[in-house]
């Protein structure tokens, strides 16, 4: 198993405008703020899949991601874990299907708000013996505490119940929990907490309780920034979205309910094939030297990285994978700060939403990359806008749909 060293799991950032935590902790191998290549992302997630397999061997696992940073991690750990029946992440979002939810909150999160949808989420803790939580980074847990108040209010109490009743195999249920993340910064206090309800946290790298916002002091922020998310005129807007030629890719999954891990890998694989036929469909066109940038949205982040992943493996091309952000983090030109630079967009899937991308560069081809559907023409448009800004012609939008 390898041993990764702190500077490579983590970068300091900090936060605009966020008075709960003036910090982020960038993961430059995460995919999310700042370009990757994708099998380098996908070796370091399953080494915590490795944890995870060895913790909980026999046990039958509902894994479950938090969005958005967290959504491909947990899908690329139950894809390497055999142990993991189902897979699903929360989220922020509408869901098609789904009006039933667990609410809990994110409080030092630009977003706070966060849901768990319930649709198949009883059938799936029936079927679990244990929920494992899978994060990018705990600090003191309390999001993931949250959720579990919620979890054991609900289910517990279905269970004692049911066994009043005789049904629930005539017992009285407890839930069994876990938590995986990449980075574990919890203090004494907060481990100790999870530790007297039986909750173990596997990780990659612990990190100390030093003060992340004091080694922000030596920046002054003047990285590069650039709003693309201007409000358009209507006509303009949807006339500028009719000039982009937006493909549907079939096999669409939704994680947000819930999906096993098998399918969603073939789903992603067949997505992944989609974007390559897209390519090679033009005349002349060859991957070889090429340099590929498949872009993610927001909580959409798992199948543009495994698409990512099999065009590098195959196509013999210089592959990376990042996505767009909720997060409003500032850009620093300085040497060793990780986000040179930031486009401030409107949300492909709310146009009153504003949304980030960092680090953005020039490729040779890009494949914007999103779930939701119907693209708002405010989002189509700043975000194709910022990339031609950074040197990209050619831009294939491909929206997964049923």
Not at 13 to 24: F, G, M
Not at 291 to 319: H, I
Not at 338 to 345: D, I, N, T, V
Not at 378 to 402: C, F
């Amino acid at each position: 198993m390898r041993i990764y060293e702190e500077q490579e799991l983590m970068k300091i950032a900090k936060r605009d405008n966020n008075t709960k935590r003036s910090y982020l902790l960038v993961n430059p191998l995460q995919g999310k703020h700042i370009p990757v290549q994708p099998s380098r992302c996908i070796h370091m997630v399953q080494e915590l899949a490795g944890k995870v397999s060895d913790t909980y061997a026999g046990e039958r696992l509902l894994l479950i991601g938090f969005a958005e940073t967290a959504t491909a991690i947990g899908a690329i750990i139950a894809e390497n874990c055999p142990e993991v029946m189902f897979y699903m992440h929360t989220t922020r979002e509408q869901v098609e299907g789904s009006s039933n939810f667990l609410y809990f909150s994110e409080i030092h999160s630009h977003a706070t708000e966060q849901r768990l949808a319930t649709e198949k989420l009883d059938e799936m803790i029936r079927l679990a013996d244990r929920i494992v939580f899978a994060e990018d980074e705990v600090t003191t847990g309390n999001t993931i505490w949250n959720l579990i108040q919620c979890m054991r209010e609900r289910y517990e109490a279905d269970s004692e119940s049911d066994s009043e009743r005789g049904s629930g195999g005539g017992r009285e249920r407890k839930l069994a929990f876990g938590i995986v993340s990449v980075l574990n910064g919890m203090d004494e206090s907060n481990s100790e907490k999870f530790d007297r309800a039986g909750i173990k946290r596997l990780f990659l790298k612990k990190i100390s309780g030093r003060d992340f916002t004091a080694e922000l002091e030596r920046y002054d922020f003047k990285g590069e920034k650039e709003d693309f998310s201007r409000d358009m005129e209507e006509e303009k807007s949807c006339r500028k979205k009719g000039e982009r030629i937006i493909y549907s890719a079939p096999g669409r999954c939704e994680p947000r309910l819930g999906v096993e891990p098998v399918p969603y890998l073939k789903a992603s694989r067949n997505l992944a094939h989609f974007c390559i036929w897209l390519a090679e469909k033009e005349p002349g066109w060859d991957w070889s030297g090429k340099r590929a940038l498949f872009l993610g949205t927001e909580e959409f982040m798992y199948p543009a990285l495994k698409t990512a992943q099999y065009v590098e493996e195959e196509c013999s091309c210089d592959v990376r994978f990042h996505a767009t952000t909720r997060s409003p983090i500032l850009p620093d030109a300085e040497e060793g700060y990780p986000l040179q630079s930031r486009a401030e967009l409107k949300s492909v899937y709310d146009g009153e939403r504003t949304t980030y991308i960092y680090n953005l560069d020039s490729y040779d081809v890009v494949f914007l990359m999103s779930d939701t559907r119907n693209y708002t023409a405010q989002g189509i448009e700043s975000l194709t806008s910022a990339l031609e800004a950074a040197g990209n012609s050619k831009i294939y939008i491909v929206r997964w749909s049923e």
